[in-house]
């Protein structure tokens, strides 16, 4: 069950100009937290700027016992909230609604799970790859930025024993070029007949160049979607997602139904950017 | 001192009177899990049409200052399948139901509210004359005079149940609106549903929603809202009113109550903060404790204008 929860600021971390993580204190928002839920942030208070936004939870944190303490954002300054994310001080509050959405339905052993990532939309899949790794499920991430500085948090990736295929766009670390480049070879290097899950998650444009990769390698990809929200709790109809249906194209809430869709069914020319 | 925070608005009974505003509220049983529906007055819920409909495509809403802009489409489930499957566990949950309905014809309002009649578990019947943001129906009754009578009018002959017709804000003198709801046989009027608007991208140099126009809400239309509860208090004292535009507190609740409305409806307010409900509730409370004033009956209309007409 969601919970609201004015979580104390316990470390901003600045990764880059643009980049930061901020951890909170909200145990019992992160003990219910499921791989790819998200939260609805207020990060100001007063009227303006007014709605919250959704963010997915990046990390779970934990205490030395093992005890949930709290959760992680990966931010990217952007607007008015993310902004206000990028500059919090410790001891700062921000309120978090949740968890939301359904979770990433998770790959098992012998099928491999690669996560692709496409900037910010690395956030979704820290959660997602401790759950894959718990159960011993073989992980990859494939992770794109524009330049090598770009590229963050490999450190969580890399404990986790997940495999790491970076790009960058000017060439600087991993594959030159966006992400599809090294998702590309590694399709080319593998059997069809060996299982493998595909996540996405990062720039619209991104997710659907994955999706329409994987679908010509005869592979199902889970997108996570990022659409613009009012509530996250199904009130408003604004996050709607356009999914092909027995009846022709079907709105979803992407709140309550996703935010991960079958990237298949995604009806991509009427989703917007 | 115990105060009574029940209201009746043209034969509506409410607990308190604070009601989730149509479109704001999904079915009410999206909130049924956080939320204890029947502690709220009443759920308006999003507005039916005969049929299920699919709406604009994304994007639906535009944050603005201090306020956001949308254009939905009245993406719904169909009047038929509310009753069927939404309305059953909402009167299990206790909740006093206020179904918000829109046609495309005159005759669809009235065939909706026929089968709304015939339903066990619907407290009031709202109808939707205001909506910007459709092609057919909605606002094209509403800024009429004519078509708000006919559509009343029609409605009123096929239910007894409490009649709400939902006026739009995009019309010269909403006052003679309300007069001419009642004049049809309305019970109450609600009002404002929102102001049409509109955002530009201006690097692509697009419209922000894809249905190009929107309805702006929050706190940015609140002034303008309370006028509006206002005049339409003063052209018809007899007429109950649900005020509603961007009421965030309990204060900004008062406002409308203090301007005439007997009710009022909470939106935006419910998407930044779903646990809204028990802070307007007790502000509310504390705010009749606080001026000595028994119940918020008493408190409706008594808006003193002695000081603001001589200044």
């Known amino acids: ?273 | 001192m115990s105060v009574d925070l029940s209201v009746d608005v043209g034969g509506l009974r409410l607990a308190n009177p604070f009601i989730a505003a149509s479109g704001c509220f999904g079915y009410g049983l999206e909130y049924g899990d956080i939320v204890d529906l029947s502690t709220l007055g009443g759920i308006a819920v999003k507005g039916l049409f005969l049929e299920e409909r699919e709406g604009h495509p994304p994007a639906r809403i535009v944050e603005t200052p201090s306020g956001m802009l949308n254009a939905i489409g009245l993406q719904g489930i169909g009047v038929r399948r509310f009753v069927a499957d939404k309305l059953p566990p909402l009167r299990e949950r206790g909740a006093v139901v206020i179904v918000n309905i829109c046609g495309s014809t005159v005759e669809e309002y009235a065939e909706i509210a026929r089968i709304l009649d015939d339903a066990d578990g619907v407290a009031a019947i709202e109808l939707n004359i205001s909506c910007p943001n459709i092609s057919k129906g909605g606002m094209m009754f509403g800024s009429s005079l004519q078509g708000t009578h006919d559509v009343v009018s029609a409605v009123r002959r096929v239910t007894s149940r409490p009649l709400i017709p939902k006026l739009t804000p995009n019309v010269t003198d909403v006052a003679s609106f309300a007069v001419a709801a009642r004049d049809a046989g309305a019970d109450a009027v609600s009002l404002v549903n929102t102001f049409l608007a509109m955002a530009i991208d201006v690097e692509t140099r697009r419209p922000k929603l894809s249905n190009v126009l929107g309805g702006l809400s929050g706190p940015a239309i609140r002034p303008i809202a309370v006028r509006m509860v206002h005049e339409c208090r003063q052209a018809a004292t007899d007429l109950p009113i649900i005020g509603m535009g961007g009421i965030m507190t309990a204060e900004d609740a008062l406002e409308f109550i203090i301007a005439g409305a007997s009710a009022v409806q909470v939106g935006t307010a419910n998407f930044v903060d779903p646990f809204v409900w028990d802070k307007l509730r007790d502000g509310l409370a504390d705010y009749l404790v606080r001026h000595a004033v028994p119940s918020v009956a008493a408190l409706v209309g008594t808006l003193d204008t002695t000081r603001g007409r001589t200044a």
């Open chain 1, 1 to 273: 069950m969601p919970v609201d929860v004015d979580a104390v600021v316990l470390s901003n971390t600045q990764l880059s100009h643009d980049y930061n993580t901020v951890t909170l204190a909200a145990p019992r928002l992160a003990d219910q937290a499921g791989p790819g839920q998200f939260v609805m942030v207020k990060a100001t208070s007063g009227d303006d700027p007014l709605l919250r936004r959704p963010f997915s939870v990046f990390e779970i944190l934990r205490d030395d016992e093992g005890r949930t303490t709290g959760i992680s954002l990966l931010n990217k300054r952007v607007g008015v909230t993310t902004r206000a994310l990028y500059a919090l001080r410790v001891g700062d509050h921000v309120r978090c609604l949740g968890p939301l959405g359904q979770p990433f339905s998770l790959a098992a052993p012998p099928e491999r799970a690669w996560m692709v990532a496409g900037g910010v939309g690395l956030a979704a899949f820290a959660t997602l790859a401790t759950s894959l790794r718990a159960r011993q499920v073989d992980t990859t991430l494939f992770y794109g930025g524009r330049r090598a500085d770009d590229l963050f948090s490999l450190e969580i990736f890399d404990a986790l024993g997940v495999h790491l295929r970076l790009s960058t766009d000017d060439g600087s670390r991993g594959d030159h070029g966006n992400v599809t480049v090294p998702l590309r070879a590694a399709f080319a290097s593998t059997d069809r007949a060996t299982p493998v899950r595909v996540y996405a998650c990062g720039p619209t444009p991104m997710m659907r160049a994955v999706t329409e990769l994987a679908a010509s390698e005869g592979r199902a990809t889970d997108v996570s979607l990022e659409q613009v929200m009012g509530c996250g709790l199904g009130g408003c109809y604004s996050c709607v997602v356009p999914v092909r249906g027995p009846a022709g194209t079907h709105f979803v809430r992407s709140c309550l139904d996703g935010p991960i869709f079958d990237g298949g069914s995604v009806v991509w020319e009427q989703l917007g950017e």
